[in-house]
């Protein structure tokens, strides 16, 4: 059958190219079973004079359209419409789905059903582990990034080093050992997209759904969605300003072990010599694995920094999570895991398969950071300016919010735990604050098991004198909003 193309036009006011326009047209026509399969199409010549366009120009569309298989060429014969099932492909009438509602897998189901801190752009931000950016070292950055960027290095560029970048892996391991006394190899590092990816990679590798996870009660809330995504029975470890509570005969035997042993999330609260030794032999007696997040390892005001329990690990039970997050910069996304030696071949597979490994030129960028000396006077100066705001938020507190909250100094942290002096609900106390153009974290949110604290988890450590005022006075006002209701 020949076809006369009488209903084909081109806008030539459009933005889009003419040839675009005839293409789209006839594959809605063919979709819609306007022009039926077999049937013979104009020549390139004969269509390019009825639309007043260029043969190259029809040319292109047709050799899209034959591209795609909604057309095909015969030898001698012309160009013809494919014989394809337009009903089943039609788009201009799409098929809808008559059956029950398609639902996400109860997987996915359980991470969107967990409770989110707020974010709210464009307010004052009291957010926990926000670090401080506009001191940081940006020119220096920028010459290391704009350098590797322009290396036509293959190691930088290839699909190699899954694992991470080999100087990067080799500096993180000698580092650590003289910051947190973690003694390693650079084979046991693993480089991942930060912190919340190497939870997700451990709960991929080291449990089965239906595990025991002992999980810090309470505890950090993206560790909690991590295990829960992967099927893990929480068994709740409860964690007060004390210290861990080891000893709970109600605790199964477990699987895994989640613990802030450097500053507890979100208590502050640092692990004694004698529970880190009580827990190395609970993992070592039950065959569990230990996941030490250190979580703010490096931010201590007052001494040095407490060495990470991975150091006191003689039966190498213990997976150690660290982030560049918090003391470079959080858009990094690069953190790392270091694991035993008999977990090294099965992480390295894991990160190829699962896409969780950071940006090679990324990698390469922080490693001269750091090895140039400059990852350490940066982590100098943000101690001394963290300790400095604290003193003064917390003055600024027992000042503006003593009716409300009671607000200690912590000798680490980002954060400081603000415990309310009368029954308040910290949900709340959130919703006023919004109100109020505040975001801050409610510390209720943190439990999963038992009844919760209430109370807020305020971090400073990213607003100089007058911001933290201004955060202050917002959070007075909103605490004032409540009274009136």
């Given at each position: 059958m020949?076809?006369?193309?009488?209903?084909?036009?081109?806008?030539?006011?459009?933005?889009?190219?003419?040839?675009?326009?005839?293409?789209?047209?006839?594959r809605?026509?063919?979709?819609?079973?306007?022009?039926?399969?077999h049937?013979?199409?104009?020549?390139?010549r004969?269509?390019?004079?009825?639309?007043?366009?260029?043969?190259?120009?029809v040319?292109?569309?047709?050799?899209?359209?034959?591209?795609?298989?909604?057309?095909e060429?015969?030898?001698?014969s012309?160009?013809?419409v494919?014989?394809?099932?337009?009903?089943?492909?039609?788009?201009?009438?799409?098929?809808?789905?008559?059956?029950?509602?398609?639902?996400?897998?109860?997987?996915?189901?359980?991470?969107?059903?967990?409770?989110?801190?707020?974010?709210?752009?464009?307010?004052?931000n009291?957010?926990?582990?926000?670090?401080?950016?506009?001191?940081?070292?940006?020119?220096?950055?920028?010459?290391?990034?704009?350098r590797?960027?322009?290396?036509?290095?293959?190691?930088?560029?290839?699909?190699?080093?899954?694992?991470?970048?080999?100087?990067?892996?080799?500096?993180?391991?000698?580092?650590?050992?003289?910051?947190?006394?973690?003694?390693?190899?650079?084979?046991?590092?693993?480089?991942?997209?930060?912190?919340?990816a190497?939870?997700?990679?451990?709960?991929?590798?080291?449990?089965?759904?239906?595990?025991?996870?002992w999980?810090?009660?309470?505890?950090?809330?993206?560790?909690?969605?991590?295990?829960?995504?992967?099927?893990?029975?929480?068994a709740?470890?409860?964690?007060?300003?004390?210290?861990?509570?080891l000893?709970?005969p109600?605790?199964?035997?477990?699987?895994?072990?989640y613990?802030?042993p450097?500053?507890?999330?979100?208590?502050?609260?640092?692990?004694?010599?004698?529970?880190?030794?009580?827990?190395?032999?609970?993992?070592?007696?039950?065959?569990?694995?230990?996941?030490?997040?250190?979580?703010?390892?490096?931010?201590?005001?007052?001494?040095?920094?407490?060495?990470?329990?991975?150091?006191?690990?003689?039966?190498?039970?213990?997976?150690?999570?660290?982030?560049?997050?918090?003391?470079?910069?959080?858009?990094?996304r690069?953190?790392?895991?270091?694991?035993?030696?008999?977990?090294?071949?099965?992480?390295?597979?894991?990160?190829?398969?699962t896409?969780?490994?950071?940006?090679l030129?990324?990698?390469?960028?922080?490693n001269?950071?750091?090895?140039?000396?400059?990852?350490?006077?940066?982590?100098?100066?943000m101690?001394?300016?963290?300790?400095?705001?604290?003193?003064?938020?917390?003055?600024?507190?027992?000042?503006?919010?003593?009716?409300?909250?009671?607000v200690?100094?912590?000798?680490?942290?980002?954060q400081?735990?603000?415990?309310?002096?009368?029954?308040?609900?910290?949900?709340d106390?959130?919703?006023?604050?919004?109100?109020?153009?505040?975001?801050?974290?409610?510390?209720?949110?943190?439990?999963?098991?038992?009844?919760?604290?209430?109370?807020?988890?305020?971090?400073y450590?990213?607003?100089?004198?007058?911001?933290?005022?201004?955060?202050?006075l917002?959070?007075r006002?909103?605490?004032?909003?409540?009274?009136?209701q």
């Amino acid at each position: 059958m020949r076809l006369s193309l009488d209903i084909l036009s081109v806008d030539r006011a459009s933005d889009d190219p003419m040839h675009r326009q005839i293409y789209a047209a006839l594959r809605r026509f063919i979709l819609d079973g306007q022009i039926a399969a077999h049937t013979l199409l104009p020549s390139t010549r004969s269509l390019a004079e009825d639309l007043k366009v260029g043969r190259n120009t029809v040319i292109a569309a047709y050799d899209q359209l034959l591209a795609e298989g909604f057309i095909e060429a015969r030898a001698g014969s012309g160009t013809w419409v494919a014989p394809i099932n337009q009903a089943k492909h039609a788009d201009a009438s799409p098929i809808r789905y008559n059956g029950s509602p398609r639902r996400l897998s109860s997987r996915g189901q359980t991470i969107v059903d967990g409770p989110q801190p707020p974010r709210n752009a464009g307010v004052i931000n009291f957010h926990p582990g926000v670090p401080e950016t506009a001191s940081f070292p940006f020119s220096i950055w920028s010459s290391l990034l704009v350098r590797n960027s322009r290396s036509r290095d293959e190691s930088l560029l290839g699909y190699l080093s899954f694992a991470g970048h080999p100087g990067l892996r080799a500096t993180i391991a000698s580092n650590i050992s003289v910051s947190r006394g973690v003694d390693c190899s650079p084979e046991q590092v693993i480089v991942v997209t930060g912190a919340q990816a190497a939870l997700d990679l451990v709960s991929r590798v080291l449990m089965d759904e239906g595990d025991h996870v002992w999980m810090e009660e309470p505890g950090y809330l993206g560790a909690k969605s991590a295990f829960l995504a992967a099927g893990a029975k929480l068994a709740p470890l409860k964690v007060d300003r004390r210290g861990w509570n080891l000893s709970d005969p109600e605790l199964p035997p477990p699987r895994l072990i989640y613990v802030t042993p450097s500053c507890q999330w979100p208590f502050g609260t640092i692990m004694r010599i004698e529970e880190r030794l009580q827990l190395l032999d609970i993992a070592e007696r039950h065959g569990a694995w230990i996941v030490e997040d250190d979580f703010d390892g490096e931010y201590r005001f007052r001494g040095r920094p407490v060495p990470a329990l991975r150091g006191l690990d003689q039966a190498n039970h213990v997976v150690y999570i660290g982030s560049f997050g918090k003391t470079l910069l959080p858009a990094l996304r690069i953190g790392y895991l270091i694991v035993p030696p008999e977990l090294v071949s099965s992480f390295d597979k894991a990160v190829s398969i699962t896409g969780q490994f950071a940006p090679l030129i990324l990698q390469a960028t922080v490693n001269d950071f750091i090895r140039q000396g400059y990852f350490a006077t940066h982590l100098k100066r943000m101690r001394r300016l963290y300790a400095r705001r604290q003193a003064n938020f917390v003055k600024l507190c027992r000042e503006h919010l003593g009716e409300w909250v009671t607000v200690s100094e912590n000798d680490s942290g980002m954060q400081l735990l603000a415990s309310f002096t009368r029954p308040l609900n910290d949900l709340d106390v959130v919703a006023a604050a919004v109100k109020e153009g505040l975001d801050v974290q409610a510390v209720s949110i943190n439990y999963h098991s038992t009844e919760p604290e209430h109370g807020l988890l305020l971090g400073y450590a990213a607003m100089d004198e007058r911001q933290i005022l201004r955060a202050v006075l917002a959070l007075r006002a909103a605490f004032k909003r409540l009274d009136l209701q």
